[in-house]
Structure formats: structure tokens, C-alpha cells
């Protein structure tokens, strides 16, 4: 306008030819594009949005560049195969764009601000995804958010797959600097895809299940045979490291953690792939979907043994798993109780539940009152069949209960005919180890009543403060039903 004649007449004519609202403004700008760049514009766009909605933050030019490359390899009708840069991107995305200096997300803000792509305007993102642009002449251009997402989780879960450990990139252990690491991260496209992968896991796991497209990649993500885990791992905790980038988005504990040991590494890979998905989807659905493509078989009493210090989410003296898959998701039932409700929906007769109700009670508890419902993991042992008294084993659930200062625990014990002054089977094993039923070897040969008001909680720090209340209701509960207090003569106990 500024450069127009000053006359009425063209300027009223120029005005007549500007768009009348903003969806117009966004029509004229796509019709813009040229042939050669649509491809480009589109996913381009798909992506910008897509890395917003896993990483919270905008993405880099490098890395927008070159998702866009991979995901338009051989889609380009023309034969031609385009140098894509920074150059193009800007000069065909245009106005819908911006590139500016950002600062960087989570513990990398420290680090000075770095180019990043997002969207000119929120209303660019809200007429890509309306059903405005579906009706108009834009609408090859249409994105759907959530389609979105899912396209751009199997394209770096694909190229995470294909990915082997480039000498080049740096590491925590080498003493880079964690700038290095981050920038690192922001430019080179296959690491930033193993970073993404991991997220787009953690995030996104619901609906990665619902599509075997997405589902068996991901699987195969988590497979300690396949050629890139192991670059994976290492990768992901070198990055770990030195940025606390995982930790910051609530992504632990994590799989790359875990450190199974060599001479009892469990007899099935699909098992480690197992507890590789439930540690990293915590909705338990990618799990539920792997356990739906396994066979029946001895897998289920296959003994796991790992270093597990950041599985349980308590500060507890020994750091070592060992047991079955099921105590697995007991022994983290506390903080992950979808993972007992998982395995108790598969099986209900290949597994002991007993053993199950011991591994699992120690995490038991409910802040309120009668807040053990059908639904509780507690509740459905016992209707499984789970024996209250645990008879066979050196210590029983209402041992654990009563040491655990759980009063929902003790109670429900109690009403499924727990006997009160049961003080474990003394003709059973030695005391166990780097179990749950470990935890309370302390209360081995006390009966409930004494452990109530005798000894202190097995917890310590926030647990025993929100335990304290229990205990002399535990003890009220224990004296209506009649308990004893003594200790076993034979019994080796640790003192009070």
C-alpha cells in the first residue's frame, strides 16, 4: 500500500483485494506455495507442531530440516530431490513461521539461547487442524494434531532403530562439556530421534498401542538382542547424565538404568522386553499389548535379577531385584499399582498368589479409612485364592501389615480370617533377601500385637509421617480380635 499512487481510486482498488478474514489470509498464503515446495510446506508444519507437543519447547532449524528430508524421502512425485536448508524453509514457509533466538527448555535454559522454529501465530497451528481448511482450497495442507504426533513418534522410533553409536557425538563420560551435549542434541537427527523416542514412549504409550504400525517399532525399541540397543541405552544415558533431561519431564525411573546381571539374566528376552515397556509406558498399555502377543509358557516363573535402585521409588537399604515378572509388579505396585492390575487381569490360575499377596503387601496403603476397595490389588489376591496366613513361608502378611503400620492392610487381613497372632511358619526357609518380604526381616518371630507396640515403621520420612495416625488403631484392631503379644523362643529377631 505504501508503494501505491496516492490516488482514490487505486487504493480503494487494493483494498478490495485484500482477504476479508484470516482463514482468507492463510488460504492466499498457501495458494502461494509453489509445486516444488508444498511437500516441503506441509510436513514442515506437521512437525514444528509435532516436536512442540512432546518436547513442550520449539524445534531446531537442523533437526526440523531433517525430520522433514526423512519424512519426504521419495514422496516427491517430480523425481527431483531437493537440497533443503534453512534458506528454503524460510522462504517458503514465510510468514506462517517464525526463527528466532529461544531459550532453551528444562535444565538447558542455563545455556546461552539457540535458534528455534515455532509457528508465527497460534491462529497458523488453529486453521491447520480446523475443519475450515478441510473444506477450502487449503486443504492438502490440513493437519491433524493427533495424527500428527503418532506420524512423527514412528518416524524417530524407526530412526532410532537404524541407529548405531557415532563416534562423533559427545558424552558425559569423556568430559564434554553438557553444552556440547545439548547442542549435540539440537543438530544431529539421529540422536535427537533416540531422545525423542524415549519420550514419544513415555508420553504418547496409550496410543502407540493402538496401532501395530506403531506397536511392533516400539517393541522392537525395547529388545536387548536388536542391533541398536545397545547405542541406544548408552546414548540416552549419556545424555541423562549430563543434562538431567529425562529426570526434568518425570521420566524415571528409566530402562537404561536397570543392569541385569550376566549370570542370571532371565531365560526369555521377551520378558526383559517386557519390563523395559512397563518401566517406560507407565500407562501399562504397550505391556498389555505385548503380553497379548506372547505364548503361554514357563516365562511367567522366569527368575529377573537387576540392579533396581530407582524402580520402587523409595530410599530402602539394598538395591537388587529378584523374582518373577509378577513380584516384579508387586514390588512396585506402591507407586505402580497398574502394573499389578495389569498381570492380575492376564492371569488369574499360572500364578502363586500367595506369593503374589506377600511380595506385594509391604506396599500396601490407603490415606483413608476403608479405602481398600474391590478394585485394590490386596482385595483381588485374596479372591484369587491368596492364602491370608501365607503358611509355608518364615513371615506372614499380617506381619508385614502391622510392621508397615498399614491399618487398611491389617484390617482387610483380618476380615479374610487372618489368623491375629499368626507369627509366620518357623519350620519354613531361611529369612529372605533383596525381596519385599526382605524388608521385614526385623518382625521374623513377633506376633502382630508386638510388632505394633513394640517396634517402630519399617518407612521412614513422609511415609512415616502419614503412617503415624495407624498405629494405635492397628493395636485397638489387633486387641478386638483377640491377638496375643510374644515373640517366638526359636526366633532370630533384630531388636526393637
Known sequence: MQRLKGNKETITRALARLPRTLDETYERI?????????????????????????????????NLIQAVQKSTAGLDSSGYDYDYNEEFLREFCGCLISVSLQDRPGDWQSFPPTPAVSFAHYTVLEFLDSTRIRNGPASWFAADKDAAKLEFAKMVILETLDTRWNETWPTAEVNHDDKDIADAVEKDFSLYSVASSALAVHNWGPSLALDPALYRPTFALFDTTREHFEAYKNTIRSVESATNFFDN??????????????QQQPTSNDLRTLVHLLIEDESCELGRKFLQSLPSGTWLQSTLDFDASTLHGMQLDWDRFRGTILEFSAFTARKYPQRMGLFLDFFTEDFDATRALLSTIGWHFHEDEFGCTEGCFLQRLLHLGAD???RGYRICPLQMATGAWDLEGVRVLLEAGADPSCAGDQKSPEREVDTTPALFNGVLGRSPLNIAQTMGCVFDGNQLYERRPARPKIVALL?????RDFIMKTSTTAGT
Open 479 to 483: 486387641h478386638k480380635y483377640g491377638a
Open 249 to 262: 519431564r518425570s521420566l524415571q525411573p528409566a530402562f537404561w538404568d536397570l543392569a541385569w546381571k550376566q
Open 388 to 390: 491370608p496366613d501365607a
Open 30 to 62: 498457501f495458494a502461494q506455495v509453489p509445486n516444488e515446495a508444498r511437500l516441503f510446506v506441509r510436513h514442515a508444519l506437521k512437525w514444528i507442531y509435532a516436536h512442540n507437543a512432546l518436547w513442550g519447547s520449539n524445534i531446531s532449524p537442523l
